[in-house]
């Protein structure tokens, strides 16, 4: 899912030129800006690589497979010198893709999706993730009361956001526990409801890490984690595709040996980051996203959900890509007849 995403709104094409710049200071910190401004890191490449950009959200569990493979010489190793544009969530990400700003995107699947189906000429060809980053977890003075989501009818839930990702998820597992959706009473408290749960302002909501942690840690009850490989088999059957890049269709023709070279990268990134010490993980991030984090904390989180969210095979899963595009014509995100089989492309590495 996408994160802190607003549903994506396509615009057309508006031709080249590179995206406002935002200082790393100003991206993390949040500070005043458009919504499509970036903030660019990336780190220096051998001589004669080419160089692509490639945009992607900010959010952390995201963005590991792509450090970790430009950190570990993988971009490098393939010819290419790859800036890595970190964006205020993966619709600003997939806007500047659709706007020729950068080469790539990296987006949650249900963003590519809606982007697709609103006319958005892309196709997806490789995957770096394969579970929402999102779990369900209840206010800690609500932890005895509510023990399954059954429980939440006629209660109050916190989302990022009516619409966003956050919200279809929970609208769509709510219909799988055959709760109505109207006996449940969203509330919106933007990206960080973490202390809104935490004081029992909402009865549940959908948190990520280490918000999840700091809950749990307060004595709040975990209803679904799905960044955990069994808790998606249970409550979503199975691997629900999510994060991944996404390139312009006219395009493929000429950038496909650069597009196999890019996939290659990814996948030997997310092979080595299965092996690396949580210690070499966190380092291998830039500094601008741990600075004030609890490391330790940031380690422990790594460590526990790599094997779940993280493929060793950059290849695309239809079956997992097609509980997303189910999830989002539930809670009406995308039209119920929507063909989506088109979005994929398999030729570069193939299907899961």
Known sequence: MGCCDQPFTFEPEQGGGDPPKLSRRGLLKGAGAAAGALATLGGRAAAQAKPIKLAFCSQLLCVVPYEVARAGGHFANEGLDVELVYTRGGNAAMQSLVGSAVDYAAT?????????????????????????LFAIATAPRRADEIQRIEDLAGRTVGVSALGNADHALMLYLLRRANVDPTKVQFATLGPNLLE??????????????????????????????????????????????????????????????????????????????????????????????????????????IARYRGSLYPTSVAIDLEASNRVAESLKVAGLIPQGANTTGLYDTSIVGAG
């Open 108 to 132: 949650s699947l249900d963003v590519a999706l809606q982007a697709y189906v609103r006319g958005a000429d892309i196709r997806r060809f490789a995957t770096t993730g394969r579970l929402p």
């Open 196 to 301: 809104a749960l935490r004081q029992g302002q909402v009865d549940a909501g959908l948190v990520q890490e280490p918000a999840l942690t700091l809950v749990q840690k307060a004595g709040g009850r975990v209803l679904m984690n799905a960044m955990d490989s069994k808790d998606a088999e249970r409550f979503l059957g199975g691997s629900y595709e999510f994060m991944g890049v996404a390139v312009r269709t006219p395009e493929i023709p000429a950038r496909r040996e650069e597009m196999e070279k890019l996939a290659r990268a990814l996948r030997n990134g997310l092979q080595a980051l299965q092996a690396m010490s949580p210690e070499d993980l966190v380092k291998a991030l830039p500094r601008e996203l741990t600075t004030g984090a609890d490391v330790s904390e940031l380690r422990e989180v």
